[in-house]
């Protein structure tokens, strides 16, 4: 069976800290894994994704992450948080269909001053 | 490209009545997809629709829901005799093949939120 495991509810750091939000999956195959952020009052927008290659995935608003398979992790960081990176956040993989997308509960993100 | 668009963005209903819910995919897209994602969980898959044909249901679409997507552009959503359980964010997907081992990426509208009283 697949599934991912988004382990923390909740995080909160402190704004210009570095982060990591953990995640973890169940996959018989090489998954395609990826992370979107969810805003209030916003769509889910794609922060990167993860199918082959190298294991350290560049995305967009200076996130990264990095494929363990090893672990079965897929954990995404930042060096730097911002205020404006307070949200919502995805883990998921594409399901054996091809196309339906499996997502985690989420983390929600809060940035203290 | 304007993104994928819905509407209406918020609807409240009461139970047993029935609501349609439309999505405007990004325009070259012929693939679209419906998820439902309730409070405290992340999005679960619905539906998908390559152009115009339905290709799969998930088993969370019970009898009462039906999506369209005539002409293979917008697609709609309809929830027959709601119930309280159906209350949730309803969102709708976008995509484009994009060929080769290149993963096609999802865009997401903004999401219907429903309540039903």
């Known amino acids: 069976a697949q599934s991912v495991t988004q382990p923390d509810i909740h995080i909160t750091v402190s704004e210009g800290a570095s982060l990591e939000l953990r995640c973890n999956y169940s996959y018989g195959a090489t998954p395609y894994l990826f992370w979107y952020v969810q805003s209030p009052g916003q769509g889910l927008q794609l922060l990167l994704k993860y199918f082959s290659g190298d294991t350290l995935v560049q995305g967009i608003k200076g996130f990264e992450a990095e494929f363990k398979r090893s672990q079965s992790s897929f954990n995404l960081r930042k060096p730097s948080v911002h205020w404006s990176d307070a949200a919502e956040y995805f883990c998921g993989l594409e399901s054996n269909s091809g196309y339906a997308l499996n997502f985690g509960k989420g983390t929600s993100l809060l940035v203290t001053p | 490209d304007t993104g994928v668009s819905q509407d209406p963005r918020h609807k409240i209903t009461k139970r047993g009545q029935n609501v349609t819910f439309r999505c405007d995919p990004i325009s070259e897209h012929n693939r679209l997809y419906w998820y439902r994602q309730t409070l405290g969980q992340g999005p679960e898959f619905l539906t998908y629709?390559?152009?115009?044909?339905?290709?799969?249901k998930s088993r969370l679409l019970s009898d009462r829901f039906s999506a369209e997507r005539p002409k293979g552009s917008f697609s709609t959503l309809e929830i027959q005799r709601t119930e309280q359980g159906d209350s949730a964010m309803y969102l709708c997907?976008?995509?484009?093949?994009?060929?080769?081992?290149?993963?096609?990426?999802?865009?997401f509208g903004p999401g219907t939120r429903l309540l039903v009283l």
């Open positions: 629709f390559q152009n115009e044909a339905q290709l799969e």
């Open positions: 997907a976008s995509s484009s093949p994009s060929g080769g081992l290149i993963q096609e990426t999802q865009y």
